[in-house]
């Protein structure tokens, strides 16, 4: 067992958890950053920009991925997952199943041969599967660490037994497919929870023409749509016929405070829709973009004036009305219905592009990482935290920040983040 007298475990390597760890390791506490994806960076990574400075996501990002995996006092569990916890506050035994990723970290330089040869084409999770990768990929450019990765639900060699031309093509000898998955066991004095959101589906929504109309698309799958690294090179096109998108409606409240769905405001959908629409207009001055509403929350610092901005120099027209349904014309161009609050009337608007600000919710393996750490969940499935120290789970020595305890923007959750370093630092630096 790898016992550390201060040692805190930081579950979910996005930017909450990062944050956390980093904090923690200039403090001098060793840290465990377990992620369960190939590489760390959550859903900033998949981020153009960042409201409401409307700086790149990715250039803020970068240099924490690169203190984080070269920190003395921080150690990356990456494909990794926590399958149980014992012990009390100052003493937790964590139990992690370490999933192979039959590749050798220490030898793989990315150089991309590998990649280049294999014959597997599947939809890239990255990408919000808006194009395909190999069976052997990069998570993505700028993922940390930055190796390889095979897909054991898609090689053929690990389903079928054939192929095994990467191994054949890598120079550095780092493919190896007799890695096994293994376990392994952690002695830590706290834990800090920042597993993150995932975005809710709209297809369980008919009305909005999801999945059904190739020009509806998600907030999310707009941003690897306009992002430099994603999968039309940053270009905004319609997914119909790789035509310019000119003409765009932002749908907000697609799942959130909505008593069928998620009762719940997500908090960042109208900042995040303001953005979205503010991008557009740099690609190109001639877009025109409507942002369909029915109360405007720009609540955080500096969201107000984001917003007046939006309006007077990007030449975003916000309509409050209540959006009923989203047809298509003959050439697959979105026609939004709704009616407008103010004169109570019912209009239509024939858009190139309809994007769907969906609600944050809580990981699907929410409430099984729950059980695992012994915590209670809310009414939503977030994690539940007490009411006069917000970042502490319902277990002393577990806490949580960032959007697995409500929806919230990347700097509270970067705030939070440090809290909860600081209340870690507390237990195992007594």
């Given amino acids: 067992m790898e016992a550390e007298s201060k040692a805190v475990l930081v579950i979910g390597g996005g930017i909450s958890g990062i944050q956390a760890a980093l904090d923690l390791g200039d403090m001098g506490a060793k840290v465990h950053l377990v992620e369960r994806k190939p590489a760390i960076g959550g859903r900033m990574a998949q981020l153009d920009k960042t409201f409401p400075t409307n700086d790149c996501s990715i250039c803020i990002l970068s240099p924490k991925l690169a203190d984080c995996f070269r920190h003395n006092n921080i150690k990356l569990h990456t494909l990794s997952e926590v399958k149980k ?23 793989c330089v990315n150089c991309g041969e590998c990649v280049a040869k294999c014959p597997v084409k599947v939809p890239d999770e990255f990408d919000m599967e808006l194009r395909k990768r190999e069976a052997i990929y990069p998570y993505y450019l700028q993922g940390v660490p930055s190796v390889m990765t095979i897909d054991r639900e898609n090689c053929l060699y690990l389903t079928r ?10 120079t550095r000898n780092a493919i190896d497919f007799e890695q096994e998955d293994k376990d392994v066991t952690l002695h830590v004095g706290a834990i800090i929870v920042a597993t993150g959101f995932d975005p809710f589906d709209p297809s369980e929504i008919s009305q909005y023409g999801y999945r059904r109309y190739r020009n509806v698309v998600t907030s999310l799958e707009y941003e690897r749509l306009i ?101 298509e014309d003959r050439n697959e161009n979105p026609i939004v219905w709704y009616e407008e609050t103010r004169s109570s009337k ?82 195992v630096m007594r």
Avoid: W
């Fill in 346 to 427: 019912t209009k239509k608007m024939t858009v190139d592009l309809v994007v769907l600000a969906t609600s944050l919710v809580p990981k699907k393996d929410a409430e099984e990482l729950a059980k695992v750490l012994g915590v209670e969940l809310d009414e939503y499935n977030f994690f539940k935290t007490n009411l006069l120290n917000p970042l502490d789970t319902t277990r002393p020595g577990i806490f949580v920040c960032g959007c697995c305890r409500e929806p919230t923007d990347i700097p509270e959750s970067v705030a939070q983040a440090s809290g909860t370093a600081e209340r870690a630092a507390e237990i």
């Fill in 161 to 170: 037994g054939v192929c095994r031309i990467c191994e054949k093509f890598c």
């Fill in 85 to 107: 916890v014992t012990g009390k506050m100052g003493d937790f035994v964590v139990k992690l199943r370490k999933y192979a990723r039959f590749v050798k970290e220490d030898e």
């Fill in 227 to 327: 992002c430099a690294s994603g999968p039309t090179g940053g270009h905004l096109t319609r997914p119909s016929d790789k035509k310019p998108a000119k003409n765009l409606a932002f749908i907000q409240c697609v799942g959130s405070r909505d008593l069928k769905n998620n009762s719940y405001c997500s908090s960042v959908c109208c900042m995040h829709a303001t953005k979205e629409a503010m991008l557009a207009y740099e690609h190109d001055p001639k877009v025109e973009s409507h942002i369909f509403y029915m109360d405007l929350r720009a609540s955080g610092k500096g969201f107000q004036k984001y917003v007046t901005r939006g309006e007077q120099e990007y030449k975003i027209s916000y309509v409050r009305g209540s959006v009923a349904k989203i047809t």
